[in-house]
């Protein structure tokens, strides 16, 4: 007898993961969900720990995610809320790739006046502080969506939807999906949430990074218990390959069941409550080009955005505060209201031919500054941002945007920076990286591919330039990492990258530094990222490392080619020219070769300013400028992917010494 699907879609409704054949695998995120009730279950909570700190009652917390395949699969959490009082909105923290649930957020959460719940959908170890947490932890038993995986081979985050001992379904499903899985954990979570004596049922909110962005944002799209969403570095959604009249974008070979059911793409045009978009320019997990337009739809009222410039997976301060204030309004009820999205207009129709940027901001608070950005690089992971110095004009702000060449797209958008209101700047709970005396709220990313240059009429009129950076704006073009630590900081710019800043074949780069102290400083150019000019070619870092003397003068360092060593044994070529130059880094420690090894350079605590001056080029020809490519085998990519998560991993645990 041949199957009725509709009848197999109606027997799925009555049971609760109902076993799925063929006929009735799940084609939308309606049918993908319709049969799981959050509610339904019994949770079996249990509570594993408890004690109290700085006022704060704190818990391991461990609760049923369902039974799959005859056995219970259980997650672990942090749970978190200040001592007395009634009930309490409360924050669902969902965490990254690689990483584990995490007790600061979630006692931060509690000090702030709200329930605070991380789950470790994961399967990492849980951090005390001090001490890891020995005890029960998050099973999934018969199934396995822990990252890294723990017992199967295959990932089912980044794909197949084929079936295996550890996936729910024994037919190619997106059930199948490890996404799938954790969101159940995660809906789950909220019902944990609903049922606690201190939590407010009502003002539940969620938040979270990379991995757990992207969760952020589903579990906004399906789950109206939500009532505010953070997602951070995640969530940008995914361009299909047939899809090439967008400039920059990353596509994907995702199955039509993948996008339909597993990316985000099928649940963004679901959410109903209020999301901030918070991410960096270059994030490596939530392309930019992929949020500004698969976020297109979603209308001013219901989103905003916080897009840091030139950094990747994590944001600058005025950045990061604009989450506990986004809580504050949406979850607390709190006085202060987040700045409009500011409104700009790209305008290629003027008269001389150079593309003008207009921005808009909303003057209910008193703006500080505007800093337009605009980009003529369709590589979205290590495009530079110029800033086009944006000019207050009565209530807007203009910039002139000039290109170099009608071939390539150009891209732009813009940051509106406030004073953060005292309050919260004094306010003893606006610690670490939600101290901030700014806030910035970005604009919608605005693009236009070359045919659209050349029917506008836009005139090529910018120039190449020796100078790169005179120093006179700070860092304004680079990103800081480790800051805080004096023989660790970092100083990094993609600026070199940019057709108009660089190198002439065969030049020598200058550049002047003041140290204080006998010091090294080790100089990083790492090349081809992300396969940006040579595709199927792995990144290459090359290194030479530069002894500086003790001077309160300014002192000139040069760099050439010739000095330059692969730090890659298994790419030991020397680097023949600067057109595949991506980033450029400083520091006083770094990674450099010795006698044909691998060694680490331990500079010393930097004394006195971090500054440079005249960044430029001297000697050398032009050549023409190599193109970008931007096309990664998805084998590529993935490997790439790997490395950054390891690398985002890395830098963490350096913030957090």
Same mark, same amino acid.
Request: aromatic fraction near 8%.
């Given at each position: 007898?041949?199957?009725?699907?509709?009848?197999?879609?109606?027997?799925?409704?009555?049971?609760?993961?109902?076993?799925?054949?063929?006929?009735?695998?799940?084609?939308?995120?309606?049918?993908?969900?319709?049969?799981?009730?959050?509610?339904?279950?019994?949770?079996?909570?249990?509570?594993?720990?408890?004690?109290?700190?700085?006022?704060?009652?704190?818990?391991?917390?461990?609760?049923?995610?369902?039974?799959?395949?005859?056995?219970?699969?259980?997650?672990?959490?942090?749970?978190?809320?200040?001592?007395?009082?009634?009930?309490?909105?409360?924050?669902?923290?969902?965490?990254?790739?690689?990483?584990?649930?995490?007790?600061?957020?979630?006692?931060?959460?509690?000090?702030?006046?709200?329930?605070?719940?991380?789950?470790?959908?994961?399967?990492?170890?849980?951090?005390?502080?001090?001490?890891?947490?020995?005890?029960?932890?998050?099973?999934?038993?018969?199934?396995?969506?822990?990252?890294?995986?723990?017992?199967?081979?295959?990932?089912?985050?980044?794909?197949?939807?084929?079936?295996?001992?550890?996936?729910?379904?024994?037919?190619?499903?997106?059930?199948?999906?490890?996404?799938?899985?954790?969101?159940?954990?995660?809906?789950?979570?909220?019902?944990?949430?609903?049922?606690?004596?201190?939590?407010?049922?009502?003002?539940?909110?969620?938040?979270?990074?990379?991995?757990?962005?992207?969760?952020?944002?589903?579990?906004?799209?399906?789950?109206?218990?939500? $009532?505010?969403?953070?997602?951070?570095?995640?969530?940008?959604?995914?361009?299909?390959?047939?899809?090439?009249?967008?400039?920059?974008?990353?596509?994907?070979?995702?199955?039509?069941?993948?996008?339909?059911?597993?990316?985000?793409?099928?649940?963004?045009?679901?959410?109903?409550?209020?999301?901030?978009?918070?991410?960096?320019?270059?994030?490596?997990?939530?392309?930019?080009?992929?949020?500004?337009?698969?976020?297109?739809?979603?209308?001013?009222?219901?989103?905003?955005?916080?897009?840091?410039?030139?950094?990747?997976?994590?944001?600058?301060?005025?950045?990061?505060?604009?989450?506990?204030?986004?809580?504050?309004?949406?979850?607390?009820?709190?006085?202060?209201?987040?700045?409009?999205?500011?409104?700009?207009?790209?305008?290629? $129709?003027?008269?001389?031919?150079?593309?003008?940027?207009?921005?808009?901001?909303?003057?209910?608070?008193?703006?500080?500054?505007?800093?337009?950005?605009?980009?003529?690089?369709?590589?979205?992971?290590?495009?530079?941002?110029?800033?086009?110095?944006?000019?207050?004009?009565?209530?807007?702000?203009?910039?002139?945007?000039?290109?170099?060449?009608?071939?390539?797209?150009?891209?732009?958008?813009?940051?509106?920076?406030?004073?953060?209101?005292?309050?919260?700047?004094?306010?003893?709970?606006?610690?670490?990286?939600?101290?901030?005396?700014?806030?910035?709220?970005?604009?919608?990313?605005?693009?236009?591919?070359?045919?659209?240059?050349?029917?506008?009429?836009?005139?090529?009129?910018?120039?190449?330039?020796?100078?790169?950076?005179?120093?006179?704006?700070?860092?304004?073009?680079?990103?800081?990492?480790?800051?805080?630590?004096?023989?660790?900081?970092?100083?990094?710019?993609?600026?070199?990258?940019?057709?108009?800043?660089?190198?002439?074949?065969?030049?020598?780069?200058?550049?002047?530094?003041?140290?204080?102290?006998?010091?090294?400083?080790?100089?990083?150019?790492?090349?081809?990222?992300?396969?940006?000019?040579?595709?199927?070619?792995?990144?290459?870092?090359?290194?030479?490392?530069?002894?500086?003397?003790?001077?309160?003068?300014?002192?000139?360092?040069?760099?050439?080619?010739?000095?330059?060593?692969?730090?890659?044994?298994?790419?030991?070529?020397?680097?023949?020219?600067?057109?595949?130059?991506?980033?450029?880094?400083?520091?006083?420690?770094?990674?450099?070769?010795?006698?044909?090894?691998?060694?680490?350079?331990?500079?010393?605590?930097?004394?006195?300013?971090?500054?440079?001056?005249?960044?430029?080029?001297?000697?050398?020809?032009?050549?023409?400028?190599?193109?970008?490519?931007?096309?990664?085998?998805?084998?590529?990519?993935?490997?790439?992917?790997?490395?950054?998560?390891? $690398?985002?991993?890395?830098?963490?645990?350096?913030?957090?010494?």
């Amino acid at each position: 007898m041949k199957p009725n699907p509709t009848l197999a879609f109606a027997l799925l409704l009555l049971a609760p993961l109902a076993v799925l054949h063929g006929a009735d695998v799940p084609q939308s995120v309606k049918e993908l969900w319709a049969d799981f009730d959050p509610r339904k279950d019994p949770l079996e909570p249990e509570v594993l720990k408890e004690w109290e700190q700085d006022g704060v009652v704190c818990r391991i917390v461990r609760y049923q995610v369902g039974t799959f395949k005859g056995a219970p699969s259980k997650v672990a959490a942090f749970y978190a809320f200040a001592k007395g009082g009634g009930k309490r909105p409360a924050i669902l923290d969902i965490h990254g790739g690689g990483q584990s649930a995490s007790l600061s957020t979630v006692v931060t959460c509690a000090q702030r006046g709200y329930v605070g719940m991380s789950i470790n959908w994961g399967g990492n170890k849980m951090s005390l502080g001090r001490d890891t947490w020995g005890g029960p932890q998050t099973d999934w038993d018969k199934l396995d969506a822990t990252h890294p995986p723990q017992r199967n081979p295959s990932n089912h985050f980044a794909g197949p939807l084929t079936p295996d001992d550890y996936t729910l379904d024994a037919v190619e499903s997106p059930r199948n999906s490890n996404w799938f899985l954790v969101l159940m954990a995660a809906r789950r979570a909220v019902t944990f949430l609903e049922q606690q004596p201190e939590t407010d049922p009502a003002r539940i909110g969620a938040r979270g990074h990379s991995m757990g962005g992207k969760l952020t944002t589903n579990l906004a799209g399906i789950d109206h218990r939500i $009532k505010a969403a953070v997602p951070s570095c995640g969530g940008s959604g995914d361009i299909a390959e047939t899809q090439a009249d967008l400039p920059g974008t990353s596509r994907t070979k995702s199955s039509a069941m993948e996008l339909a059911c597993i990316s985000d793409n099928a649940y963004i045009p679901l959410i109903a409550c209020p999301v901030l978009w918070l991410s960096p320019t270059n994030d490596f997990h939530a392309h930019i080009d992929n949020m500004a337009w698969n976020w297109r739809d979603v209308p001013d009222s219901r989103v905003r955005f916080s897009i840091s410039p030139h950094l990747n997976h994590r944001h600058t301060d005025e950045h990061a505060i604009t989450e506990y204030l986004w809580f504050e309004e949406h979850l607390k009820g709190a006085s202060f209201r987040m700045p409009q999205t500011p409104g700009i207009v790209l305008d290629l $129709k003027t008269t001389d031919g150079v593309p003008r940027i207009t921005v808009t901001p909303d003057d209910a608070r008193p703006v500080r500054r505007v800093d337009v950005y605009y980009s003529i690089d369709p590589h979205a992971l290590t495009r530079f941002w110029r800033d086009a110095r944006a000019v207050k004009a009565g209530a807007q702000w203009k910039a002139s945007a000039p290109v170099m060449s009608l071939d390539r797209p150009i891209f732009a958008y813009a940051n509106v920076v406030y004073e953060t209101p005292a309050e919260y700047r004094a306010s003893p709970q606006a610690a670490g990286r939600d101290n901030s005396d700014t806030l910035a709220i970005s604009s919608r990313v605005l693009s236009v591919a070359p045919a659209g240059l050349q029917s506008a009429g836009v005139k090529a009129t910018d120039t190449r330039e020796r100078l790169i950076d005179d120093g006179t704006r700070g860092w304004h073009d680079w990103y800081l990492l480790n800051w805080g630590h004096a023989p660790l900081w970092t100083a990094t710019t993609r600026k070199l990258k940019d057709p108009k800043w660089r190198g002439p074949d065969g030049a020598t780069l200058h550049f002047d530094i003041q140290c204080q102290t006998d010091n090294t400083l080790v100089v990083t150019f790492n090349c081809n990222a992300w396969g940006a000019f040579i595709p199927g070619k792995p990144a290459v870092d090359y290194t030479v490392v530069k002894s500086l003397k003790a001077s309160r003068d300014w002192q000139t360092v040069s760099v050439s080619l010739g000095e330059l060593t692969s730090t890659d044994p298994k790419q030991p070529a020397p680097l023949a020219s600067w057109q595949s130059v991506t980033e450029f880094t400083i520091s006083p420690s770094g990674t450099a070769m010795r006698d044909g090894q691998k060694v680490k350079i331990d500079g010393k605590p930097w004394q006195g300013p971090r500054n440079i001056r005249n960044l430029r080029w001297e000697g050398g020809t032009y050549a023409p400028p190599a193109s970008t490519d931007g096309a990664l085998r998805s084998e590529d990519f993935q490997k790439n992917f790997n490395d950054a998560i390891r $690398k985002s991993l890395e830098q963490e645990k350096l913030d957090r010494k």
